[in-house]
């Protein structure tokens, strides 16, 4: 039990934070702010440890509990925030000094004695001090702008997100018309952030003249791409700014209920969203009248069977819909008949977050971002063999090499990189030598690649690329929904092709042309993709007939 003296805010109260944690501590609903210091005792020292999945599976939990137990006569307060995105320095714990937040990195329960022994309440040196946050170079280089609080506070402190910029667009949004804001949507350049980078203004004009009698937002939070985790970092560290981007959006199109469709694997972050819907509610950012304005917007959570296909938006609305999640026919679009053969407006999570600074800064800054017509940030998710795995915010126009090695730092083995992957399982693997392309839409399609939803999978030297191919066609296979033939059984046979010893592969050519021409949706025909990619890159991997062409 924690010390008397000792006070947790800032997670919404949980024994378990996911099914199988030992976790035992409990958090307060209300963040508030630091306790009122016992008479006698000196100032509260606050220090900051992230509760979302990645630390609390890296020992987070325990590394709070070790604190207060140590903590004694010292009047603490922990505050449990959400990552800052700094996969390789988990669990990454701060303390509030008079020269800022002095971070201290990979702490386990076994480091805190020698922690407080080394006075890291006062910022004192330690062989895992890594200075004030500010200064972290992974950190310090990026240029955050959907990420910017992630990290500063509890998720769920409404008064910290308001304090740091929050509900400023909202407050925007509630006195324009809907036309001025999709106006602002359209002058910011933003394009869908879920993998199809279609822009976002199109959407939005066309859900705002269909008719219908009742419009949704829904957002699409089944985040299942290999590599990926910008979405549930976002979720479980500052989901207000989910919400008050779905809320725009609701205003811009008419819509006035919403839908977040969240991926089963993520009950931490089922358990976030809802206390913050809760608290919304209670502020009335969400409700029948939100802010006396007379709008409505009603929102709700909507947890998945663990579909990757669900990530396709008509099969997310069968799923939504009680329905097996199996895609539709296009036509008709979903902005025009969605959910319920209603006019809908599905984004991915960053693409909402995206609205509220674009609103509250106008179109014009976030235009001003990036490079030709890949305008703003992106938000790239490194992991693999990868040195400093973890998220990366920067305008577009980043060369690939700089960011796997500046913000990367290369491999964690020390063996050389043989491939990236980028975009997730469909990706393309694209070699070394193509490292100086600029990290923007059309560069990469000029490739023959994408940037998906910013997934970056480094491999080393040793991967087997043929192995990658073959892994991208039983994927295929098993997750094809099965309603179309080019999908459902042309992964079966490619499949069955790279197993073999053939080292034919016009055959396999032939079937990806199949898959991309006639299978309904983006599952059968992005497989060609990593399929193709390998081949042409590895060719002496796929047999001597493979290097033959090639060459």
């Not at 440890?49 to 020992?59: N, Q, V």
């Not at 919304?280 to 069977?305: C, H, M, T, Y």
């Amino acid at each position: 039990m924690a010390p008397p003296n000792s006070h947790q805010t800032g997670f919404p109260e949980r024994l378990q934070p996911y099914p199988g944690s030992t976790s035992h501590l409990t958090f307060t609903l209300d963040p508030g702010s630091a306790p009122e210091s016992p008479a006698g005792v000196g100032m509260t020292a606050r220090v900051y440890i992230p509760a979302d999945m990645l630390a609390i599976a890296l020992g987070a939990d325990e590394v709070a509990r070790a604190i207060t137990e140590t903590a004694k006569d010292t009047d603490i307060e922990i505050i449990r925030t959400g990552s800052r995105g700094a996969c390789w320095a988990e669990p990454l714990i701060e303390v509030e000094t008079d020269a800022g937040r002095v971070a201290y990195g990979k702490i386990s329960a076994s480091d805190v004695p020698g922690l407080f022994a080394a006075d890291f309440l006062g910022g004192g040196a330690h062989k895992k001090r890594l200075g004030p946050v500010s200064d972290i170079p992974f950190l310090k280089a990026q240029q955050r702008h959907i990420f910017k609080s992630c990290g500063l506070y509890a998720p769920c402190d409404i008064a910290s997100y308001a304090d740091n910029g929050g509900f400023v667009g909202l407050r925007a949004a509630l006195s324009m018309s809907a036309e001025n804001i999709i106006d602002e949507v359209e002058a910011s350049g933003l394009r869908g952030r879920g993998g199809a980078a279609f822009p976002a203004f199109i959407k939005w004009r066309t859900v705002m003249g269909a008719n219908g009698s009742q419009k949704y937002i829904v957002c699409n939070a089944d985040e299942g791409d290999s590599g990926t985790f910008a979405d549930r970092l976002i979720m479980e560290s500052d989901p207000f700014l989910l919400i008050e981007g779905m809320v725009i959006a609701g205003l811009a199109v008419g819509a006035d209920k919403g839908v977040i469709y969240l991926r089963s694997e993520y009950p931490l972050a089922r358990n976030v969203l809802e206390q913050a819907i809760a608290v919304a509610r209670e502020q009335n950012w969400l409700g029948p009248d939100i802010q006396g304005s007379g709008k409505v917007f009603a929102l709700s959570v909507f947890v998945g069977g663990g579909s990757y296909v669900c990530g396709e938006e008509t099969a997310l609305l069968e799923s939504l819909e009680g329905k097996a999640g199996i895609v539709r026919a296009k036509p008709p679009l979903p902005a025009l008949e969605g959910l319920h053969g209603q006019p809908t407006l599905i984004h991915n999570v960053l693409t909402l977050c995206a609205a509220p600074e674009i609103i509250a800064k106008g179109g014009d800054a976030h235009a001003k971002m990036g490079v030709g017509r890949s305008v703003g940030t992106m938000c790239f998710q490194l992991a693999g063999d990868i040195k400093h795995g973890g998220l990366v915010e920067v305008p577009f126009g980043l060369s690939l090499r700089e960011l796997i090695e500046n913000f990367g730092g290369s491999t964690r083995s020390g063996l050389s990189i043989k491939a990236v992957q980028i975009g997730g399982p469909l990706g393309a693997y694209l070699p070394p030598h193509l490292f100086d392309t600029p990290l923007t839409y059309e560069a990469f399609a000029a490739l023959g690649a994408g940037l998906g939803h910013g997934g970056i999978v480094v491999f080393n030297e040793n991967t087997d690329m043929r192995a990658q191919a073959l892994y991208a066609f039983e994927f295929c296979a098993h997750e094809s929904c099965g309603k179309c033939t080019p999908c459902r059984i042309g992964s079966v046979r490619g499949a069955e092709l790279l197993a073999s010893d053939t080292s034919d592969l016009e055959l396999v050519d032939d079937l990806c042309e199949v898959m991309v021409a006639g299978s309904a949706c983006a599952m059968g025909s992005m497989t060609p993709i990593p399929v193709q990619s390998a081949m042409t890159h590895f060719p002496d991997e796929f047999g001597a007939r493979a290097t033959q062409a090639a060459e």
